[in-house]
């Protein structure tokens, strides 16, 4: 399984097109990743045959949030819920870097039978095997993790860990960092066939004027195909 994180319907269509298996749809890419707006979420499921998964997330930075985020998060899983939208990624901690049970169940109660997927505010949880128990328990249908590292193939052995205890319970997806370069190691390292990737590149501008040449705020990215086909290939020889 190899799933593409896009920001836009031009990398949801090139990516389905270079072989991707799933997408999770976010905006905002160069931070992380935040909730996309409700018209890009439907022009992404209309552009594309495969799965779609949805990132909420309220802002970027941590994952520790307020009431009043909380309530914008359950607002946008309630909206996703009557989507054609194939999950739901969506992840928060208490300030003792814990997994609320409470929380996860009234997500679960809001998603109207949609996968829920915990995002990578799993690898900052103090104990993750506790953390790994509870969404099993809490029927979480996937965990996107590095391994408690910033990036998977610097998390390894966390990953192989978890895989040999619960993979047979939780679909452990591995993402941080992944490409073709390594996710042959990754997986021979872990055991996990589950792969998440951005496989962006940076799209020269093409604005005759510009505020500032290295301006982030004027970068636009796109998926590479031809990392895609690459990884999707290596999948295949697992």
């Known amino acids: 399984m190899l799933e593409i994180c896009i920001d836009?319907?031009?990398s949801a269509i090139k990516?389905?097109?270079?072989?991707?298996?799933?997408?999770?749809?976010?905006?905002?890419?160069?931070q992380g990743?935040?909730?996309?707006?409700?018209?890009?979420?439907?022009?992404?499921?209309?552009a594309v045959t495969i799965p779609v998964r949805v990132l909420i997330r309220p802002r970027a930075g941590n994952f520790l949030y307020s009431q009043d985020e909380l309530e914008i998060i359950a607002a946008d899983i309630?909206?996703?819920?009557?989507?054609?939208?194939e999950g739901i990624v969506?992840?928060?901690?208490?300030?003792?870097?814990?997994?609320?049970?409470?929380?996860?169940a009234y997500w679960k109660s809001l998603a109207g039978g949609k996968k829920l997927i915990f995002h990578r505010a799993f690898d900052l949880t103090k104990d993750p095997k506790t953390a790994c128990e509870q969404l099993i328990?809490?029927?979480?249908?996937?965990?996107?993790?590095?391994?408690?590292?910033?990036?998977?193939?610097?998390g390894v052995e966390v990953l192989k860990a978890l895989h040999r205890e619960y993979g047979s319970s939780i679909s452990l997806l591995a993402g941080g960092g992944v490409r073709a370069s390594n996710i042959s190691e990754i997986h021979e390292k872990t055991g996990i066939t589950h792969f998440h990737s951005s496989a962006k590149i940076l799209i020269e501008g093409s604005m005759s004027v510009s505020m500032s040449s290295s301006s982030v705020a004027e970068q636009i990215f796109t998926v590479d195909s031809n990392e895609i086909r690459q990884m999707k290939k290596l999948i295949k020889s697992f």
């Open 8 to 10: 836009s319907v031009e």
């Open 15 to 30: 990516a389905e097109k270079s072989g991707a298996d799933r997408l999770e749809l976010c905006e905002n890419l160069i």
């Open 33 to 46: 990743g935040v909730t996309p707006s409700s018209g890009k979420i439907a022009q992404v499921i209309k």
């Open 78 to 85: 309630k909206f996703c819920s009557t989507t054609n939208c």
């Open 90 to 104: 969506v992840g928060a901690l208490t300030d003792t870097s814990e997994i609320d049970e409470e929380l996860l």
């Open 137 to 154: 328990k809490s029927g979480f249908d996937t965990i996107l993790t590095s391994g408690q590292h910033t990036m998977a193939q610097q």
